[in-house]
């Protein structure tokens, strides 16, 4: 969950940074071309699927050694609603994301 966590912190940063307006103490926007704002949102994207992986083995293995404890399955069904839910938003956040571009 804290590999998810981090993810939407950073993604969410990107994104408020892309969006900010020039104002004392604010984030100035990075400009950059279209091609390398594509990569970036790719690599984004895939940090995000990669986090999903990790938490889903983690729910899993925690699952493998409680099997019987009184509250499985329902932790791991829970602890996966959760990661589910981060990675939609995330990769929400990814696709909309949209700095501007340099001008010419």
């Known amino acids: 969950m804290r590999a998810v966590a981090i993810t939407l912190v950073l993604t969410g940063a990107m994104a408020v940074a892309a969006t900010s307006t020039k104002e004392p103490g604010s984030v100035t926007p990075l400009c950059m071309d279209r091609e390398t704002r594509e990569d970036l949102r790719l690599a984004m994207r895939a940090g995000i699927d990669q986090a999903m992986r990790r938490q ?25 609603r959760n990661a589910v839910r981060a990675y939609v938003g995330a990769r929400r956040v990814a696709n909309e994301w949209s700095p501007p571009l340099c001008a010419p």
Do not use: H
């Open 56 to 80: 889903t083995q983690l729910m899993f293995e925690n699952w493998m050694r409680e099997p019987t404890a009184a509250d499985q399955p329902e932790r791991a069904v829970s602890g996966m």
